[in-house]
């Protein structure tokens, strides 16, 4: 007999009896099985996000292996889980506390569609016709820089004056000015030891023909050399009176040309997909308080910036460090660098930013992929989020390229045995997919040959990608402008003016490949910008100078027969 009256808990318990029933019966039904969307989610996979890729084991990329044993099956290539007993495994939260080898089957993150803002590479109008090397080098150093440095220069001279200092002085105009950077290029090509040797005479050591003195007297040539200066000398004086609070810039010095070459190092080309963050060291031991001192750079001591740069070697942008910032995040030093060199609005979705071990966290990687970027680089053992779990790990002892993997949620962290271990962090790359290199190593007879060995796929494409600031910094130092000088300001107007070359030869080049044209190289190109800048044809040859007189040949007659009379009177 049936209740006349139900409670609210006897109805759900009614309701929720009928649904179960209901379900037991769909259960049987031998046509309902998992789908694939419902069968990630049981394992904690988002489909939308992560895919299943089939292993790649080293017998599969190079050819069949001569042991018994059975190559893992390869699953469908995306939205298939292969197996309910492999599901803890392949779960993207957390991991079972163990490394896995290539021969397990890992996920593979879905990249977002690499979308930039602009078509990579040189912008409009440098793609319109052929451009001169001035052309090219004057998007960065144009009227309104060349302006900056007249007007503060002149103003800086006439305080120099007034404050009792003994040259002579006439204003600088942007003409002049032109000429005078075309001698530091000239110069940074010829390399002597000491500014003055170019205007040296009558010595051993002279140039035979000194070109700077027929641009511009060595006298004119110091005196704005001295005088030289980026900002205005009154702003300066303001700015020094804030020393010690936080209105205080230490940056104001350079300001002016700082904001405009990062800003046309943006806006003239756009990179491609890989970039990479890394330091760059300006050598100089001027007594500033943001001198950095790098054990491992070539160049240990001058002041440090954090560079993103294109895999052909273009600065894309810079930032100058100068101590700990107060609009730091709390995040770290290395967070902060990468998210203020990496932005999205300027650049886009889908690039790849590859870094080393002083960049490299889980928090930096996670925010990168919420921005809709990829990352990858190398990381330290015992930082926080890697996994320090040793069980599986690769040892001293295990044989060379040795792959294991941990993946965590959207991160995969791989360890490899080369000459020493190796451990990558990624969000864009599989564990394996087949890459070798070749090692030296010793057989049984005591023979040395080269044999392939295993490469996880982070590690090629970071050897790849990761160099394009060592590539700018090589390109940079070659034929320099650098010189000694006791102002930490003009150490760095010399490095804006090695970038301003450095790019601008990298446009040539993209611009000569473009119109199918043989690009020069890089020496060959500065001097002909040199050559443009001081208004000298490059190919005008110096004439030679003659210090004899020429002798008429009826006097030389004369004088050998008085020679040969002497002669036969001394004898006699």
């Keep these: 007999m049936a209740k006349k009256g139900y409670t609210k808990e006897d109805a759900i318990d009614l309701i929720f009896e009928d649904t179960w029933e209901e379900a037991d019966h769909d259960s049987s039904d031998p046509e309902s099985v998992y789908s694939d969307v419902e069968e990630a989610y049981a394992a904690g996979v988002d489909p939308d996000v992560y895919c299943v890729a089939s292993p790649v084991t080293y017998e599969e990329a190079n050819g069949p292996s001569t042991s018994n044993t059975t190559p893992p099956q390869r699953g469908r290539s995306c939205g298939r889980i292969h197996g309910r007993e492999e599901s803890r495994s392949l779960s993207p939260g957390s991991h079972d506390g163990r490394w896995n080898t290539e021969a397990d089957p890992d996920l593979v993150p879905n990249v977002p569609r690499f979308t930039p803002k602009r078509t990579p590479g040189v912008q409009p109008p440098l793609t319109f016709g052929k451009w001169s090397p001035l052309d090219i080098c004057s998007q960065y150093f144009d009227e309104e820089v060349i302006n900056i440095l007249c007007a503060n220069t002149n103003k800086n001279a006439m305080r120099n004056l007034e404050r009792g200092r003994k040259f002579t002085w006439a204003d600088v105009y942007p003409e002049e000015m032109k000429k005078y950077i075309g001698l530091l290029l000239y110069m940074g090509v010829m390399d002597l030891p000491k500014v003055r040797d170019f205007w040296r005479k009558k010595t051993l050591f002279h140039v035979p023909f000194p070109f700077p003195a027929t641009v511009m007297s060595r006298d004119r040539f110091l005196a704005i050399s001295c005088n030289l200066h980026i900002s205005g000398p009154m702003e300066d004086a303001e700015n020094d009176k804030k020393r010690g609070t936080e209105e205080y810039d230490c940056l104001h010095r350079v300001q002016p040309v700082l904001d405009i070459m990062r800003n046309r190092c943006m806006s003239v080309y756009h990179p491609r997909q890989n970039i990479s963050v890394d330091e760059r060291m300006i050598a100089t031991k001027a007594r500033i308080f943001f001198k950095q001192y790098m054990k491992a750079k070539p160049t240990k001591w001058g002041i440090k910036l954090f560079v993103l740069a294109d895999v052909n070697g273009y600065t ?38 590859y870094c080393d071990n002083f960049y490299t966290s889980p928090l930096l990687f996670r925010h990168l992929h919420q921005l809709g970027f990829g990352a990858c680089g190398t990381c330290r053992e015992g930082s926080v989020g890697v996994p320090s779990t040793k069980q599986n790990a690769p040892s001293k002892r295990s044989p060379r390229g040795s792959i294991r993997w941990i993946r965590d949620d959207v991160l995969l962290f791989v360890k490899w045995m080369d000459t020493r271990e190796v451990t990558m962090c990624t969000i864009v790359h599989t564990v394996y997919s087949g890459e070798t290199v070749l090692r030296w190593q010793t057989t049984e007879d005591g023979q040395k040959e080269k044999v392939p060995v295993p490469r996880p796929t982070a590690v090629q494409q970071y050897n790849k990608y990761m160099g394009g600031v060592d590539t700018s910094d090589q390109m940079l130092g070659t034929n320099s402008v650098h010189r000694k000088t006791r102002k930490w300001y003009m150490t760095i107007f010399q490095h804006f003016l090695d970038i301003a070359v450095t790019n601008s030869f990298i446009l040539h080049k993209e611009l000569c490949a473009i119109h199918h044209d043989k690009h020069m190289t890089q020496q060959n190109f500065q001097e002909l910008l040199a050559a443009q800048l001081t208004g000298v044809p490059l190919d005008s040859s110096p004439k030679e100078r003659c210090d004899h007189l020429p002798v008429p040949l009826e006097e030389f007659n004369v004088a050998a027969g008085l020679r040969v009379a002497l002669r036969k009177e001394i004898s006699s």
């Design 316 to 353: 894309v942008d810079f930032k100058i460090y100068t101590g700990k910032s107060k609009f730091a995040s709390g995040k770290g030093l290395s967070f902060d660098v990468v998210t203020s060199l990496v932005n999205r609005d300027y650049l886009g979705s889908g690039y790849v930013i």
